[in-house]
């Protein structure tokens, strides 16, 4: 199939693609990367009435770090996080270690980071990071810019707090301090497919107790989400001696993590080949796992920084 | 719904039943799977061979195909991992499959025959014609280089055309591994008669007799007289020889190792090695044979551990995004494959080439899903069906495990 | 809407309506039948192309969203005698591909990587993420990926 046809509109500036959004008798579509747009166009699951093609809007492009935060623009590409010194610390690990996962070169070329929160996929790589860090959507609207909160952002599959009339203008996420170490664990059948579950971990460790944890889980709900009765599990806790991996004994608290965020975090829907009973093991392994290797990484950025000032 | 030509289509079916029932029968005999599969081969002076079912093997030696299979694997260097592995409760399992399958190659009775000519033109050039058409089996690389050597001539002197029923009157086409096996043979057997008529022409020529006349690389020649064949089109008008040529049915055979590990956890199966040997009698062209059996491989793997359709209660194929369902391997699921050939011929033609190119899907899939019951030691192989997703493995997993031996 | 294409070094100035892809264009329009259509889904890549140097799916961008841009297509990879680009000659000699319905894709993707990257021969990395980017039903990829080596060794010893 082919898409269905729609008028479309170039603006130039934020002004002028909140003016196109504004009418509110056409159904609208912001194209920015377009990479999971025009295929639902091309099935017409999606037949917007107006394709606003922010691609020429300057002012949308570019990330840099402000304060402790780095801010994203709606028209920077997957493909700039690919290099782990493209974003500072900690942060810029997570995200090129994730990076990878989200389809292939000429997807990450196109497609966006704001795109992917303006989609609200469950399987969102990068929306389960900003639930799991507390990332700010800048959406700008007639009704002047609002900042939201990622935490309460997604409503569901493709939904979002974001008005129809709104344009997502970047995204922020906070840095990761150097006591953080991160890591970003994909499962999924090939390469070329979403993720059965997917989960993203940030553990900040001072003098080897955890302080902070943030889980992210991918595809374990009908929206992105934060495993927090996960997380408070963890904190006040020993890292200790990290087992060699990949399995973990079942009375490690990373294990134990798991187990909390698969029956008590997650609420996965069935899937075809991955129901929500296999998903809850996927979930429960997966989250011992990453939380292992992120806790690895916050041991190795220790271990770089005191051969440092050695 | 498209359907379009498959790899081995039909053959996968009977070699995973065949395979997987001699894998279960060893357990249950408390044999290892590759002696049983030994102890049963048809010996190589057995033949031809009839087969019960009705099937007259041509040709075989399955052993060897089985052996080189086992030598470039390293499978006593595997074995003895595997047997560590069990051991050790923080290891992943690994399982080695084996899959020694026999397949049918060129048609059957009635669909054993193409279509073919040469024409040989004033600038000494032949123009071969054909009645099957490639979909990527080389037919371009491989026809002109086989006339031309029956020929004595250089390759670039011979054009295929082919699939252009204005070229060519009948034809078959490319399927059941047969354009070496059957369109080959009829270009050998289409050169034979071009060189035939190529004598009988020199010989009224010159007024000589016919089997006084010798082809030389592409010349006729008798005594001090010689001619090349554009001259020869040139002082004798058209020249075309064409033919339908009937070849006998083949059984191409091979043997396919696989090695897995399987994270129990989460179901995952990695291959760590797979090695495929086929026997497809005389090979024509060692770099396009073995670039289809690897395809052909990942075809199998693809088979083996992704793709499938899964439907909902009313029978609609669930395929709302495509290829992002019906999962096909990419590069990134490739593992490390060996393919190598042994060459028993094909009595059943003058080249003795048998069907290739289809192997992979027909062999590999059994032996990856013997892989992951050796690793798993999955009593009731009925748990293990194809593809072997995560979630079907990892249930598996949790099944029982079978005894040595036990019935 | 009336744009301007720069397809291989020609410009086009084109009506197209906003709903038509890249690829219809190239194909139906200026009859550059080189980009092959496959799942229309962008997963499979047979029809990648390059848009201002970058690899680009031509199914998942719509031709306006090109008005301005330059596209390379696989009949501008070709010297301009005719002479085979380093990727085609690698193809062909590597027997990188059977049906070759994907082969315009992988040597676009290929291309754009080479381009972007003189030192792709030594990032094996870097060429299994441009093999792994599109899918080939024949091959199994392997010779595609020693193809995409070759051009690049043969790219790097000539630059050199």
Redesign the interface.
């Known amino acids: 199939?082919?898409?269905?046809?729609?008028?479309?509109a170039v603006p130039r500036t934020i002004a002028e693609a909140v003016e196109a959004l504004g009418d509110t008798g056409r159904k609208a579509q912001v194209?920015a990367g377009?990479?999971s747009l025009?295929?639902e166009?091309?099935?017409q699951r999606v037949r917007p009435d107006l394709?606003v093609?922010i691609?020429h809007i300057p002012e949308l492009d570019g990330m840099r770090v402000e304060g402790d935060e780095l801010r994203v623009g709606a028209l920077v590409r997957h493909a700039a996080f690919e290099p782990a010194t493209a974003v500072p610390g900690p942060l810029g690990t997570l995200l090129s270690k994730t990076v990878?996962n989200i389809a292939?070169?000429?997807?990450r070329?196109?497609g966006t980071m704001a795109g992917s929160f303006g989609w609200a996929h469950p399987a969102s790589e990068w929306c389960a990071i900003g639930v799991a860090l507390d990332a700010t959507v800048e959406v700008t609207g007639p009704d002047g810019a609002r900042a939201l909160p990622a935490g309460d952002y997604f409503l569901g599959p493709h939904r979002t707090t974001r008005r129809p009339q709104e344009l997502i203008t970047a995204v922020r996420l906070p840095l990761l301090g150097e006591n953080t170490g991160v890591s970003f664990i994909e499962?999924r059948?090939?390469?070329?497919?979403?993720a059965?579950v997917a989960v993203a971990a940030a553990l900040t460790v001072h003098d080897g107790v955890i302080a902070d944890a943030r889980i992210g889980l991918v595809n374990s709900a009908d929206r992105p989400i934060r495993a927090r009765a996960a997380e408070d599990s963890l904190i006040g806790t020993e890292t200790g001696p990290l087992p060699?991996g990949?399995?973990l004994p079942g009375e490690h608290p990373f294990a134990r993590a798991g187990r909390i965020a698969a029956t008590q975090d997650a609420a996965p829907l069935d899937q075809?080949?991955?129901?929500a009973e296999?998903k809850r093991?996927?979930i429960a392994?997966?989250v011992g796992r990453t939380l292992l290797e992120a806790a690895a990484d916050q041991r190795a950025r220790l271990t770089a920084r005191e051969g440092y000032h050695r | 719904m498209v359907t379009y030509p498959y790899r081995g289509a039909g053959r996968p079916e009977a070699a995973i039943a065949i395979e997987r029932t001699m894998d279960l029968l060893a357990r249950r005999l408390g044999m290892d799977p590759i002696e049983l599969r030994r102890r049963n081969f048809i010996p190589p002076d057995a033949f031809p061979y009839e087969t019960p079912t009705g099937r007259r093997y041509d040709s075989g030696n399955y052993a060897a195909a089985l052996d080189l299979a086992l030598d470039t694997l390293g499978y006593e260097k595997w074995r003895a991992e595997r047997d560590r592995r069990r051991q050790d409760p923080?290891a992943l399992p690994l399982g080695i499959g084996v899959s020694c399958y026999v397949e049918r190659s060129g048609g059957e009775t009635g669909g054993l025959h193409e279509f073919g000519s040469l024409t040989v033109h004033e600038d000494g050039t032949v123009t071969a014609r054909c009645g099957a058409a490639p979909s990527g089996q080389s037919h371009e690389t491989v026809f002109p280089a086989l006339v031309a050597k029956v020929l004595g001539i250089e390759e670039a002197r011979v054009r295929l055309i082919e699939g252009d029923t204005g070229e060519q009157p009948e034809g078959l086409g490319s399927f059941a591994s047969r354009s070496a096996q059957v369109a080959g043979a009829m270009f050998q057997h289409a050169a034979t008669l071009l060189i035939d008529e190529a004598r009988a022409r020199a010989a009224r020529l010159w007024s000589v007799p016919a089997d006084q006349v010798e082809w030389v690389d592409g010349t006729v020649v008798h005594g001090s007289a010689s001619t090349g064949l554009g001259d020869l089109v040139r002082a004798t008008g058209p020249f075309r020889v064409e033919d339908r040529y009937e070849a006998g049915m083949a059984f191409p055979f091979g043997a396919h190792v696989a090695v897995t590990e399987v994270?129990p956890?989460?179901?995952?199966v990695r291959i760590l090695q797979l090695v495929a040997v086929d026997d497809c009698g005389v090979v024509l062209d060692p770099d396009v044979v073995h670039g289809q059996a690897f395809g052909s491989a990942v075809q199998g793997i693809g088979q083996a551990l992704?793709e499938?359709m899964?439907f909902d209660d009313d029978g609609v194929p669930?395929l709302?995004?495509g290829?992002?369902?019906y999962?096909?391997?990419?590069?990134?699921?490739i593992p490390p494959i060996d393919i190598k050939d042994t060459c028993t011929p094909g009595p059943g033609t003058p080249p003795g080439a048998k069907g290739a190119g289809e192997s992979g899907c027909i062999g590999t899939p059994a032996a990856i899903v013997n892989a992951v019951a050796d690793a798993l030691r999955i009593a009731d192989p009925d748990l293990l069906q194809m593809p072997l997703?995560?979630?079907?493995v990892?249930?598996a997993a949790r099944a029982s495990r079978h005894e040595e031996g036990a019935r | 809407?009336k744009i301007t294409l720069d397809v291989n070094g020609t410009r086009h100035a084109l009506d197209v309506?906003?709903?038509?892809?890249l690829a219809?264009v190239l194909r139906d329009d200026l009859k550059l039948t080189g980009t092959h259509l496959g799942c229309?889904?962008?997963?499979c890549?047979a029809c990648?192309v390059l848009m201002d140097g970058?690899?680009?799916?031509s199914?998942?961008?719509?031709a306006?969203?090109c008005d301005g841009s330059s596209v390379r297509t696989v009949e501008g990879l070709a010297g301009p005698d005719g002479e085979p680009h380093a990727l085609q000659r690698a193809f062909s000699a590597e027997r990188a591909l059977q049906c070759g319905f994907c082969t315009p894709g992988f040597l676009m993707?290929a291309a754009g990587?080479l381009e972007a990257d003189p030192g792709l021969a030594d990032d094996p990395e870097a060429v299994e993420?441009?093999v792994?980017?599109?899918?080939c039903r024949c091959t199994g990829y392997e010779p595609i990926r020693r193809a995409i080596v070759c051009a690049a060794r043969a790219q790097r010893d000539t630059t050199a």
Not at chain 1, 189 to 194: N, Q
Not at chain 2, 327 to 333: G, K, N, Q, R
């Open positions: 199939m082919k898409p269905a046809p729609f008028d479309y194209l377009g990479q025009i295929l166009m091309h099935l394709v093609d691609n990878v292939h070169p000429p997807i070329s196109r499962h059948r090939t390469h070329f497919t979403f059965q060699a990949p399995r075809p080949y991955a129901d296999y093991q996927a392994v997966l | 923080d994270d956890e989460l179901g995952t992704y499938g899964a669930h709302p995004g290829f992002l369902d999962l096909l391997p990419t590069f990134a699921e997703t995560p979630d079907s990892w249930r | 809407m309506e906003p709903r038509r892809l219809d229309q889904h962008g997963i890549g990648t970058k690899a680009i799916r199914c998942l961008v719509l306006v969203q993707v990587a993420s441009v792994g980017s599109n899918i």
